[in-house]
């Protein structure tokens, strides 16, 4: 029994020696997972930082990309709108040069019509004109005529007065 109890109490001696070496060891083996699960935290951080920042580069490029299209797009809308005022004013250049030729056209149809009417006008003078020397040639004429019927009617009435003369005279020598 003394062996027994020695034997025991040495068993239990070394069940606690055992059991301060299994302490340590759990101990170690305890710092060892705490160690493995900071490294692991810490790789699980640095994990998480690098997708954070891969997010926030993503998000950064998508930014930049909505904004060069964005960009993109509002220099194409401002190029629309410059071709299309470009167009409008040559629309409304083409308009007005299309007016102007409209207005000159008019015009020289206008200048045409009155220089035919001048040219009327002008006719008309020119007939009036002729119509008046013809009136005056007529006038001429006429006068011409009635002084040369007069002339005819004074020779003959002296043609007559001097044969009537010439026979009262005749008469006188004669004695009739």
Do not use: P
């Amino acid at each position: 029994m003394n062996r027994t109890l020695i034997a025991l109490t040495l068993s239990l001696l070394a069940a606690q020696a055992d059991a301060g070496q299994f302490d340590q060891l759990h101990q170690i083996e305890v710092q060892q997972q705490q160690v493995e699960a900071a490294q692991q935290a810490a790789y699980q951080r640095q994990w998480e930082e690098q997708q954070a920042k891969a997010q926030a580069r993503d998000e950064a490029n998508r930014r930049a990309r909505a904004a060069a299209q964005a960009r993109a797009a509002e220099q194409a809308a401002a190029e629309r709108k410059a071709v299309a005022q470009e167009n409008n004013r040559l629309r409304t250049r083409a308009e007005q040069q299309e007016d102007e030729d409209r207005a000159l056209d008019i015009e020289e149809r206008k200048l045409k019509l009155q220089a035919m009417k001048a040219k009327a006008d002008r006719a008309n003078d020119y007939i009036d004109a002729e119509l008046r020397s013809s009136a005056a040639q007529t006038d001429v004429v006429q006068s011409k005529a009635d002084a040369t019927r007069n002339v005819s009617s004074g020779t003959k009435a002296l043609l007559e007065d001097t044969g009537k003369a010439d026979v009262n005279r005749s008469n006188k020598l004669f004695g009739n």
